[in-house]
């Protein structure tokens, strides 16, 4: 069964300075990995994935993630923070049968 | 394209009522979920289904049913409901994994609350 923790709560992190939300995994096979955020009140957004290839994904508004796999890590960085990225952050594994595990969350604050 | 919509957006149901939450797409995706997120919380994965005509349970099926007739609908049912059920439900889609697609689009959640 695959798993995904990700060990920080919360980030607060001031705005200009860089981003790094944290995601951990454990799957059997080849990992497609997933990061996604949430603003007050809406529905999940796609930000980025690693499926094959790159090691460094690039995604949007300005995010991109490394894949480890000999950490499995999956870490969601951003060079220079806005207050506009405060917002819920999730990771997410899909598994067998189409079936995605999602962390807990990692809330970040943006402070100007 | 519309991606995923859910009806209705908010609804406050009685101890012991039941109702359907709504869910469409027109991406052609097979597979589609049902989650629920409660305060603070991350998702939980009630049901899911790989194409129309199959179905299974998730990690929080119980008090809850679903239906695939078709590809573009997946309705959740909740028979009489609870305080428990008090939550925000989220629907989502994924392509066939074929076309190295696999994200999920979420549409926009059901805000339910049980009295």
């Known amino acids: 069964a695959q798993s995904v923790a990700q060990p920080e709560d919360q980030v607060n992190v001031a705005e200009g300075n860089p981003l790094t939300v944290k995601c951990t995994y454990s799957?059997?096979?080849?990992?497609?990995l997933f990061w996604y955020v949430q603003y007050p009140n809406r529905g999940l957004q796609f930000l980025l994935k690693?499926?094959?290839?790159?090691?460094l994904v690039k995604g949007s508004y300005g995010f991109e993630a490394e894949f480890n796999k000999s950490q499995t890590s999956f870490h969601l960085k951003k060079p220079s923070a806005l207050v506009s990225d405060s917002a819920l952050y999730f990771c997410?594994?899909?598994?067998?049968?189409?079936?995605?595990?999602f962390g807990a969350g990692t809330q970040v604050v943006v402070t100007p | 394209n519309a991606g995923v919509t859910q009806t209705p957006k908010f609804r406050i149901l009685k101890i012991g009522q039941s109702m359907t939450l709504q869910c469409t797409q027109d991406?052609?995706?097979?597979?589609m979920y049902w989650y629920r997120q409660d305060p603070g919380m991350g998702l939980k994965l009630i049901y899911y289904?790989?194409?129309?005509?199959?179905?299974d349970k998730g990690e929080v099926p119980n008090g809850y049913n679903v239906s695939r007739s078709t590809t573009e609908d997946f309705p959740l049912r909740l028979e009489l409901a609870a305080p428990s059920q008090t939550s925000v439900y989220f629907c989502?889609?994924?392509?066939?994994?074929?076309?190295?697609?696999?994200?999920?689009?979420f549409g926009p959640g059901t805000r339910l609350t049980v009295t």
């Open positions: 989502a889609t994924s392509p066939n994994p074929g076309l190295l697609s696999y994200e999920q689009y």
């Open positions: 799957v059997s096979g080849n990992p497609y």
């Open positions: 690693y499926i094959t290839g790159d090691n």
């Open positions: 997410a594994v899909r598994g067998s049968w189409g079936k995605f595990q």
């Open positions: 991406m052609n995706h097979n597979y």
């Open positions: 289904s790989v194409g129309a005509g199959i179905t």
